[in-house]
């Protein structure tokens, strides 16, 4: 008997389940959670907490993670440095520190407009390759010609070694800035999801698993892991694509919604007989607008452990994760007398730093880069929990928020706080950990507020529950205002919003919120059984997906002569005639689509393709097309 092993690690747990391949039914599965910021140890107790009788006869281990969505909402990302070549338009308010615009770029033919500037390159590099982690270029029609963005990535190998992001790697739709965004992203990942392939497959090698590793993307494909490895730009949402894939498995249903609740986000996305629906413009996460072929999914910074902090009688919810209250008081040993009798600030000074139940800690990363005030604030914070207050107590100085953010984005200290989780602990509908923590942070918010604790917690259960809610009814009707769905959601004027197709709930303990979601949507909500590891499901049983695109583009030279251009994920060529370019495109997409699933070690006598063409034309029926774009979508079954 063949098993596979599905692995998903969160922001805060890391989940693990075992799938007979014969039949696809769940053999065991398991929750520990995620360490922080090494993942090995999270990965290794999962797996301790499956029955082991299994692990000898795994022939495929495949993994997701929502790590990556995570660090763009919560702005953790390591730092990046942006090339943009060309005559870019560059946003006022564009939050990026390193970057510069440099000479070059194409024409939406791929001929070269201005020559490349290396030397600003070179001189742009030797300035921030000692404060960045790696690159990331976009050049002005890359996606008709690549030559400028290559030959700018290979330079800053040669002269640094860092990892470099081309835009035109990630996608061949226009927009040149976006291009730009979207591979300024996926740099900053690369540290974090390189760290999660080899823990993981350090992990099997130590265990003596004869194992494939696969990694699921983030359209709910797989990949193999060498090209994980090379690109993990292509799985940077594989969480939020991993619940979806999980959960049509669970529920048995080809088309459904999937609200997806997390430590940190919550992700709504939708599948219709079996495919995920995909972003027609690129994914967009955290405010971000990307050119990455991802499932269309809404996502918002609250989920199960994001920060609740009171400031002026309100509550507010997010948009950072901590670690609950309840997992710190077993965590650390202590914790409960200091939350008990720690000092308590003035309702003037609240703010998302200043909270009763408010601590930080070191997380063992070593220090690096630290500014003076930086430096004497890191020193100051120990392995225990401490609050601001008892910081300011021992420094006797005022403390900035910005130097704690600081910190927190290098990943050398952690927040403790009261949660959406802790919320529950309270009111008794989930408690795996101290719910006595819960209860006494809660008892110190309740100073803040108009209301007593337990009401205090009912409301914020409401909160997150309106929060899925909102983000349901945004992602089905993505033609109106979040802001006018919010208005008939807040009402009490007998409304109420109707699903037509079922809605199902994954992730941690969802069932506390079917009911009050019931109250707000008439829908068919289910939870079916092992939705609490459903990230890993999906990780296991995602299929083998590739869409391969090429452009074919009729034109002229300068002499007058006609001429054919294909564009493909190979770069421009040109032909005499367009039967030949055509003749020519059609075996090059084959070829491609099967040479992606022979990589990633799937089954080629189960892989089916299909090819989509549309063509532009300017005259009458059965003239040659001016343009043709020619879509190739494999689909195949991992290969046991």
């Known amino acids: 008997?063949?098993?596979?092993?599905?692995?998903?690690?969160?922001?805060?747990?890391?989940?693990?389940?075992?799938?007979?391949?014969?039949?696809?039914?769940?053999?065991?599965?398991?929750?520990?959670?995620?360490?922080?910021?090494?993942?090995?140890?999270?990965?290794?107790?999962?797996?301790?907490?499956?029955?082991?009788?299994?692990?000898?006869?795994?022939?495929?281990?495949?993994?997701?993670?929502?790590?990556?969505?995570?660090?763009?909402?919560e702005k953790n990302g390591y730092p990046v440095g942006l090339i943009l070549v060309g005559d870019y338009e560059i946003p006022e308010k564009m939050h990026v520190e390193f970057h510069t615009v440099i000479k070059g770029g194409h024409d939406h033919h791929g001929a070269e407009l201005v020559s490349l500037d290396m030397e600003a390159v070179e001189a742009f590099v030797s300035k921030v390759k000692d404060r960045v982690s790696a690159f990331a270029v976009s050049s002005y029609f890359s996606i008709r010609n690549p030559a400028h963005e290559l030959a700018v990535k290979t330079r800053i190998q040669e002269l640094t070694g860092m990892p470099v992001v081309c835009g035109h790697e990630l996608s061949l739709d226009l927009g040149a800035y976006e291009r730009g965004t979207t591979a300024y992203l996926n740099a900053q990942l690369i540290p974090i999801a390189s760290q999660f392939i080899r823990s993981i497959q350090e992990e099997i090698s130590r265990r003596g698993m004869d194992s494939r590793l696969l990694m699921l993307k983030c359209d709910g494909s797989v990949v193999g892991i060498n090209e994980a490895l090379e690109k993990p730009i292509e799985s940077i949402f594989s969480g939020p694509a991993a619940s979806l894939v999980g959960a049509s498995h669970l529920s048995g249903l080809?088309?459904?919604?999937?609200?997806?609740?997390?430590?940190?986000?919550?992700?709504?996305?939708?599948?219709?007989?079996?495919?995920?629906?995909?972003?027609?413009?690129?994914?967009?996460?955290?405010?971000?607008?990307?050119?990455?072929?991802?499932?269309?999914?809404?996502?918002?910074?609250?989920?199960?452990?994001?920060?609740?902090?009171?400031?002026?009688?309100?509550?507010?919810?997010?948009?950072?994760?901590?670690?609950?209250?309840?997992?710190?008081?077993?965590?650390?040993?202590?914790?409960?007398?200091?939350?008990?009798?720690?000092?308590?600030?003035?309702?003037?000074?609240?703010?998302?730093?200043?909270?009763?139940?408010?601590?930080?800690?070191?997380?063992?990363?070593?220090?690096?880069?630290?500014?003076?005030?930086?430096?004497?604030?890191?020193?100051?914070?120990?392995?225990?929990?401490?609050?601001?207050?008892?910081?300011?107590?021992?420094?006797?100085?005022t403390l900035s928020p910005g130097l704690l953010d600081s910190l927190i984005r290098k990943r050398l200290i952690q927040a403790i706080g009261f949660t959406p989780t802790d919320a529950l602990h309270v009111l008794g509908e989930y408690t795996a950990w101290d719910r006595e923590a819960s209860i006494v942070g809660a008892k110190l918010l309740e100073r803040y507020t108009q209301t007593d604790h337990i009401k205090l917690c009912k409301q914020i259960k409401q909160d997150v529950a309106r929060n899925m809610a909102l983000n349901l009814v945004s992602f089905i009707q993505k033609d109106v205002l979040s802001s006018e769905i919010e208005k008939i959601l807040l009402s009490d004027r007998f409304t109420q919003f109707r699903m037509k197709i079922p809605v199902v709930l994954i992730g941690g303990p969802v069932v506390a919120y079917a009911r009050e979601l019931k109250q707000i949507l008439d829908a068919d909500i289910r939870i079916p059984e092992y939705a609490e590891v459903g990230n890993a499901v999906g990780a296991v049983v995602g299929k083998g997906i590739k869409r391969i695109e090429i452009l074919i583009k009729s034109t002229y030279s300068k002499d007058k002569k006609r001429l054919v251009l294909l564009f493909s994920p190979q770069g421009r060529e040109t032909f005499g005639s367009y039967p030949e370019a055509l003749e020519y495109a059609n075996t090059l997409g084959r070829k491609l689509v099967m040479e992606y699933m022979t990589e990633a070690g799937l089954d080629k006598g189960q892989v089916q393709i299909e090819v989509s063409k549309k063509d532009v034309s300017l005259s009458e029926a059965g003239a040659i097309p001016v343009e043709t774009k020619l879509v190739f979508v494999g689909v195949g079954m991992p290969k046991i």
Request: hydrophobic share 40%.
């Open 1 to 73: 008997m063949q098993y596979s092993m599905g692995i998903d690690a969160g922001g805060t747990y890391t989940d693990s389940i075992i799938i007979r391949d014969s039949d696809g039914k769940v053999m065991d599965s398991n929750k520990a959670l995620t360490t922080y910021p090494d993942l090995l140890e999270g990965i290794r107790n999962s797996i301790n907490g499956l029955n082991q009788k299994y692990l000898k006869d795994i022939k495929m281990v495949s993994v997701s993670t929502t790590l990556a969505t995570n660090t763009i909402l």
């Open 254 to 397: 080809e088309t459904c919604a999937v609200i997806d609740v997390g430590g940190t986000s919550t992700d709504v996305s939708m599948l219709e007989n079996g495919l995920p629906e995909l972003c027609a413009d690129g994914a967009v996460v955290g405010g971000w607008q990307t050119k990455v072929k991802a499932i269309r999914m809404e996502t918002s910074a609250m989920g199960g452990d994001s920060h609740v902090w009171i400031r002026n009688m309100k509550i507010n919810i997010g948009p950072r994760r901590v670690i609950p209250l309840c997992v710190a008081a077993v965590k650390y040993p202590g914790f409960l007398e200091v939350l008990r009798k720690g000092r308590i600030p003035g309702a003037m000074r609240l703010d998302e730093n200043v909270q009763p139940t408010k601590f930080f800690v070191k997380t063992g990363v070593e220090p690096s880069d630290l500014g003076k005030f930086e430096t004497e604030l890191f020193e100051k914070i120990g392995n225990f929990p401490a609050s601001l207050n008892d910081i300011f107590w021992e420094t006797k100085k």
